[in-house]
């Protein structure tokens, strides 16, 4: 099995550069390079290591970068043209992204994790010194000179003492086809000689977005395309018993689409596809609803008998026993929705055997297979097209509404469009799941931590790992598959939301029952000198020692994600009367590494809270079993304008260090920072989110 | 099957339609602009604002039939061949975006938000924003945009 993947890789890396033009061709290969240390932690496929990205300076001088990722609104399109020009010496104007087209680039798992600027920065920064170097070959060879004494400005190499003397990547590359593949590990920039990276750098495809010219699956318009429509049941995990379609005439030029669980009507106008549809009457065999948004969480501990440790150091029964300050608490978190404003889309058409798909799917190369093995075609007859993503989150990781479009254009044997509703939406979201912790905690005399003991129902262990220093503590994951009502799935640090939530809420709670300020008590027992100056760094640049206007209170979170460390200090005003908690004022701290565009990380730090704050104070999904009532944002309340912060991001300066991720860290602290600022303002601590007016009051 | 008549971006338009298509539809499928985004099709989010005589509408929930005689302005017809419009400049500037979809109908909603209110302060701005959604969460910056937008459109 393993040979046969190895065959089809080299088999496509000969396509892959056979395809290409001509001009200065780089391959980089992970497998061939020290670079796989980075990855040990991983477990790879073949395709992985052996072909990981490659760069084409073309004949006109203009680079193409080839990268399986794709862009979702993370920024990686600037981001990634920002390394590959720093270390080719070109202006960042002059790279084309070509992103997770899966007959150009190389094959990438999906863009998801915050990995992207981890993994993908250093490889390309590897292929790109290296590009650099053959191009300054080829001029050392041009001008019979050794390249030690040539010079590259902006993609045009000259003689360091003789500025007359000079030629461009351009000139360099026309007329050839030459193909490197990487050998050795190649020499990289030191952080003193960066002209481009931790420069900030506006997106680059922010012209196309403000236009309306950036396209995304829906809006691609095939000839004969028919826009199709699912008939759904009311209830998630439904079977199908009996279709009538009698009333399907009544719509010229509708027809019925249906294999196995899936009924589908289509047509040229997507208005007629959905009248015909609502015309369908379907008999659905509903599994029997065993909770809903009130009983989940009982249900949970009920239901799962499973469990792992995680950590463990000590004995919890020693750190009771010289505890004297002892708390427990039980922390619920409901499932919550990406809610990305673009649903999921595909876009399709069969060419003979050959089929094409604009989807927007995180995983280009995962729906290549998901297609392949769903309607039984080899992989290389699938080709996956580079499109934006209006949003993603972890929300678009899986490929239904791509296997479903394909099914139905090859049952009607026609371009088809597949546009899912909101209503389908938040049916087929795959939500962050929900979730209990049940935290005991125990200090002594002092305020040290003596005990900490963590149960965690269904959130998983990520960024659980105690950067407090606790001689006695367990952390143990409860789970069990098929025990929700609902698919769920991976959503922006996927459970560090939920167990962040739960033990910053809980080190408060400690804090508070000390007696000692919650920013002294962190301090005082944290064990990781980075997170200790990551939090002085949010609390300087807060201002904590600032007095509180009346009804306002201050919370701090800590948390780790990503390889981030996050610290965040929030401001809010609660309204005692009504509940309403109005955030004021975030400021959020991160040690990632080298930060390689401040500008691009401020942006996913500001967008990560501002998401945040809807599934802490009002993001709710509401079901009896699998009939979902949240079906639109008429009922699930994301934040809006009026509920945004000031926001303040600040970063550890760490430009010589490896980069970490940006993506999702932000997000995990928002949760706590708000249930800690809600309690400091008016003491009500709630212990579920989300922390809406009524709990609040309830608290009271 | 009804005709109906309008101008879409300053060009006529005539179109046979049934009458209770909406007016996302016949922008987007039926005159092929696909600048302005299906969200949520009930007018919660605001991805599909376009402008009808000037006020920002839902374009989701706005039927076919009731644009008769209508003056309507998409995200494709607020820029020039030569110039980008002030909104659409101070969006990049501010980089007020991330994954882009709910872009088209913030720019259209403030655009309808400015010619009605050129001097509006920032708290003004956030009301007049309110109901259109960002997954992204961009909106301060998206607030700051519009402030600048609103000063460069008074020139």
Same mark, same amino acid.
């Given at each position: 099995?393993?040979?046969?993947?190895?065959?089809?890789?080299?088999?496509?890396?000969?396509?892959?550069?056979?395809?290409?033009?001509?001009?200065? /061709?780089?391959?980089?290969?992970?497998?061939?390079?020290?670079?796989?240390?980075?990855?040990?932690?991983?477990?790879?496929?073949?395709?992985? $290591?052996?072909?990981?990205?490659?760069?084409?300076?073309?004949?006109?001088?203009?680079?193409?970068?080839?990268?399986?990722?794709?862009?979702?609104?993370?920024?990686?399109?600037?981001?990634?043209?920002?390394?590959?020009?720093?270390?080719?010496? @070109?202006?960042?104007? =002059?790279?084309?992204?070509?992103?997770?087209?899966?007959?150009?680039?190389?094959?990438?798992?999906?863009?998801?994790?915050?990995?992207?600027?981890?993994?993908?920065?250093?490889?390309?920064?590897?292929?790109?010194?290296?590009?650099?170097?053959?191009?300054?070959?080829?001029?050392?060879?041009?001008?019979?000179?050794?390249?030690?004494?040539?010079?590259? /400005?902006?993609?045009?190499?000259?003689?360091?003492?003789?500025?007359?003397?000079?030629?461009?990547?351009?000139?360099?590359?026309?007329?050839?086809? /030459?193909?490197? %593949?990487?050998?050795?590990?190649?020499?990289?920039?030191?952080?003193?000689?960066?002209?481009?990276?931790?420069?900030?750098?506006?997106?680059?495809?922010?012209?196309?977005?403000?236009?309306?010219?950036?396209?995304?699956?829906?809006?691609?318009?095939?000839?004969?395309? @028919?826009?199709?429509?699912?008939?759904?049941?009311?209830?998630?995990?439904?079977?199908?018993?009996?279709? +009538?379609? %009698?009333?399907?005439? +009544?719509?010229?030029?509708?027809?019925?689409?249906?294999?196995?669980?899936?009924?589908?009507?289509?047509?040229?106008?997507?208005?007629?596809?959905?009248?015909?549809? =609502?015309?369908?009457?379907?008999?659905?065999?509903?599994?029997?609803?065993?909770?809903?948004?009130?009983?989940?969480?009982?249900?949970?501990?009920?239901?799962?008998?499973?469990?792992?440790?995680?950590?463990?150091?000590?004995?919890?029964?020693?750190?009771?026993?010289?505890?004297?300050?002892?708390?427990?608490?039980?922390?619920?978190?409901?499932?919550?929705?990406?809610?990305?404003?673009?649903?999921?889309?595909?876009?399709?058409?069969?060419?003979?055997?050959?089929?094409?798909?604009?989807? %927007?799917?995180?995983?280009?190369? !995962?729906?290549?297979?998901?297609?392949?093995?769903?309607?039984?075609?080899?992989?290389?007859?699938?080709?996956?097209?580079?499109?934006?993503? !209006?949003?993603?989150?972890?929300?678009?990781?899986?490929?239904?509404?791509?296997?479903?479009?394909?099914?139905?254009?090859?049952?009607?044997? &026609?371009?088809?469009?597949?546009?899912?509703?909101?209503?389908?939406?938040?049916?087929?979201?795959?939500?962050?799941?929900?979730?209990?912790?049940?935290?005991?905690?125990?200090?002594?005399?002092?305020?040290?931590? &003596?005990?900490?003991?963590?149960?965690?129902?269904?959130?998983?262990?990520?960024?659980?790992?105690?950067?407090?220093?606790?001689?006695? =503590?367990?952390?143990?994951? *409860?789970?069990?598959?098929?025990?929700?009502?609902?698919?769920?799935?991976?959503?922006?640090?996927?459970?560090?939301?939920?167990?962040?939530?739960?033990?910053?809420?809980? $080190?408060?709670?400690?804090?508070?029952?000390?007696?000692?300020?919650?920013?002294?008590?962190?301090?005082?027992?944290?064990?990781?000198? +980075?997170?200790?100056?990551?939090?002085?760094?949010?609390?300087?640049? *807060?201002?904590?020692?600032?007095?509180?206007?009346?009804?306002?209170?201050?919370?701090?979170?800590?948390?780790?994600?990503?390889?981030?460390?996050?610290?965040?200090?929030?401001?809010?005003?609660?309204?005692? &009367?009504?509940?309403?908690?109005?955030?004021?004022?975030?400021?959020?701290?991160?040690?990632?590494?080298?930060?390689?565009?401040?500008? !691009?990380?401020?942006?996913?730090?500001?967008?990560?809270?501002?998401?945040? $704050?809807?599934?802490?104070?009002?993001?709710?999904?509401?079901?009896?079993?699998?009939?979902?009532?949240?079906?639109?944002?008429?009922?699930?309340?994301?934040?809006?304008?009026?509920?945004?912060?000031?926001?303040?991001?600040?970063?550890?300066?760490?430009?010589?260090?490896?980069?970490?991720?940006?993506?999702?860290?932000?997000?995990?602290?928002?949760?706590?920072?708000?249930? =800690?600022?809600?309690?400091?303002?008016?003491?009500?601590?709630?212990?579920?989110?989300?922390?809406?007016?009524?709990?609040?009051?309830?608290?009271? | 099957?009804?005709?109906?008549?309008?101008?879409?971006?300053?060009?006529?338009?005539?179109?046979?339609?049934?009458?209770?298509?909406?007016?996302?539809?016949?922008?987007?499928?039926?005159?092929?602009?696909?600048?302005?985004?299906?969200?949520?099709?009930?007018?919660?989010?605001?991805?599909?604002?376009?402008?009808?005589?000037?006020?920002?509408?839902?374009?989701?929930?706005?039927?076919?039939?009731?644009?008769?005689?209508?003056?309507?302005?998409?995200?494709?017809?607020?820029?020039?061949?030569?110039?980008?419009?002030?909104?659409?400049?101070?969006?990049?500037?501010?980089?007020?975006?991330?994954?882009?979809?709910?872009?088209?109908?913030?720019?259209?909603?403030?655009?309808?938000?400015?010619?009605?209110?050129?001097?509006?302060?920032?708290?003004?701005?956030?009301?007049?924003?309110?109901?259109?959604?960002?997954?992204?969460?961009?909106?301060?910056?998206?607030?700051?945009?519009?402030?600048?937008?609103?000063?460069?459109?008074?020139?």
């Amino acid at each position: 099995m393993k040979s046969e993947i190895k065959n089809e890789t080299v088999y496509s890396r000969r396509r892959f550069i056979k395809n290409l033009g001509g001009g200065v /061709i780089v391959v980089f290969c992970l497998g061939e390079m020290s670079f796989s240390s980075l990855f040990a932690q991983e477990i790879l496929a073949p395709e992985e $290591i052996d072909f990981n990205a490659y760069l084409r300076v073309k004949e006109d001088g203009r680079v193409d970068c080839f990268t399986g990722k794709i862009e979702m609104g993370q920024g990686i399109v600037t981001s990634l043209a920002q390394v590959v020009a720093e270390e080719l010496e @070109v202006s960042i104007y =002059n790279i084309d992204m070509v992103m997770g087209d899966t007959e150009l680039c190389p094959y990438d798992r999906g863009t998801w994790g915050s990995l992207t600027t981890r993994f993908i920065d250093p490889v390309l920064r590897a292929a790109a010194a290296e590009t650099r170097e053959v191009l300054l070959d080829l001029a050392a060879e041009h001008f019979g000179i050794s390249k030690s004494f040539l010079q590259v /400005i902006e993609g045009v190499v000259s003689v360091k003492d003789d500025s007359t003397k000079k030629i461009s990547y351009a000139e360099l590359t026309n007329g050839k086809k /030459i193909v490197r %593949s990487l050998t050795r590990k190649p020499e990289i920039k030191k952080a003193k000689d960066f002209k481009l990276i931790g420069k900030p750098i506006g997106s680059l495809d922010a012209e196309a977005k403000v236009t309306g010219k950036a396209k995304y699956s829906g809006d691609i318009l095939l000839p004969g395309m @028919v826009h199709a429509t699912i008939v759904r049941p009311e209830v998630f995990g439904s079977k199908k018993v009996k279709v +009538d379609a %009698s009333k399907l005439a +009544d719509f010229a030029g509708a027809q019925l689409v249906e294999k196995d669980n899936l009924v589908a009507v289509v047509h040229r106008d997507p208005e007629v596809s959905n009248q015909a549809a =609502n015309s369908i009457q379907v008999t659905w065999d509903a599994p029997v609803a065993k909770a809903n948004q009130e009983t989940v969480f009982q249900y949970l501990e009920d239901t799962i008998q499973d469990h792992e440790v995680f950590k463990k150091e000590g004995t919890l029964s020693s750190g009771k026993e010289v505890s004297t300050v002892y708390k427990e608490a039980t922390y619920h978190d409901g499932y919550k929705a990406h809610a990305s404003i673009e649903t999921h889309v595909a876009t399709c058409f069969f060419e003979g055997d050959k089929f094409t798909l604009w989807a %927007s799917t995180q995983s280009p190369f !995962g729906t290549r297979s998901a297609v392949a093995r769903a309607l039984q075609m080899p992989e290389e007859k699938v080709h996956v097209k580079q499109i934006f993503l !209006g949003g993603g989150f972890g929300g678009k990781s899986n490929s239904q509404q791509s296997i479903e479009a394909a099914t139905i254009s090859k049952l009607c044997g &026609k371009p088809v469009q597949l546009v899912w509703s909101r209503k389908e939406e938040f049916m087929y979201d795959n939500f962050r799941t929900a979730a209990v912790v049940k935290v005991a905690g125990g200090t002594d005399n002092k305020g040290k931590l &003596k005990l900490w003991d963590f149960d965690i129902y269904c959130a998983g262990t990520r960024g659980t790992e105690l950067f407090y220093g606790v001689p006695n =503590n367990r952390i143990r994951s *409860f789970n069990q598959s098929g025990v929700h009502p609902f698919g769920t799935g991976a959503w922006r640090a996927p459970g560090n939301n939920t167990t962040t939530f739960a033990r910053e809420s809980h $080190i408060d709670v400690m804090a508070h029952a000390a007696g000692i300020d919650p920013l002294e008590f962190r301090l005082k027992n944290l064990n990781n000198n +980075d997170m200790i100056a990551t939090l002085q760094l949010a609390a300087k640049t *807060f201002g904590y020692d600032k007095e509180k206007e009346p009804g306002h209170g201050y919370g701090i979170a800590l948390g780790q994600d990503a390889g981030t460390l996050v610290a965040m200090i929030a401001e809010v005003f609660v309204d005692t &009367k009504t509940g309403e908690v109005q955030p004021i004022r975030i400021v959020c701290s991160q040690d990632m590494g080298q930060v390689v565009n401040p500008h !691009g990380a401020t942006l996913q730090t500001e967008g990560g809270i501002t998401m945040g $704050i809807g599934y802490a104070l009002s993001e709710e999904i509401e079901f009896e079993g699998g009939d979902l009532k949240t079906t639109n944002f008429n009922r699930y309340e994301i934040t809006r304008f009026s509920k945004t912060p000031t926001i303040e991001c600040v970063f550890i300066d760490k430009m010589d260090s490896a980069p970490q991720g940006g993506g999702e860290p932000a997000i995990i602290c928002v949760g706590a920072a708000i249930a =800690n600022a809600v309690f400091d303002a008016c003491g009500a601590r709630v212990n579920r989110m989300p922390i809406t007016p009524e709990r609040i009051l309830t608290a009271l | 099957m009804k005709q109906v008549n309008f101008s879409l971006n300053g060009k006529p338009v005539s179109l046979e339609v049934q009458g209770q298509e909406s007016l996302l539809t016949v922008i987007r499928i039926y005159l092929s602009q696909t600048g302005t985004k299906y969200g949520c099709g009930i007018g919660e989010c605001g991805a599909c604002t376009v402008l009808i005589d000037k006020e920002p509408v839902r374009s989701c929930t706005t039927l076919a039939e009731d644009i008769e005689g209508k003056d309507i302005i998409s995200i494709e017809g607020l820029h020039t061949q030569e110039a980008l419009h002030p909104l659409q400049e101070a969006f990049i500037s501010h980089d007020a975006l991330q994954c882009g979809f709910c872009t088209s109908g913030m720019i259209m909603n403030a655009y309808g938000f400015l010619l009605q209110n050129p001097n509006a302060d920032r708290k003004k701005i956030i009301e007049g924003m309110e109901s259109n959604l960002c997954r992204c969460g961009a909106y301060n910056r998206i607030v700051d945009a519009i402030q600048t937008a609103g000063k460069e459109m008074l020139k």
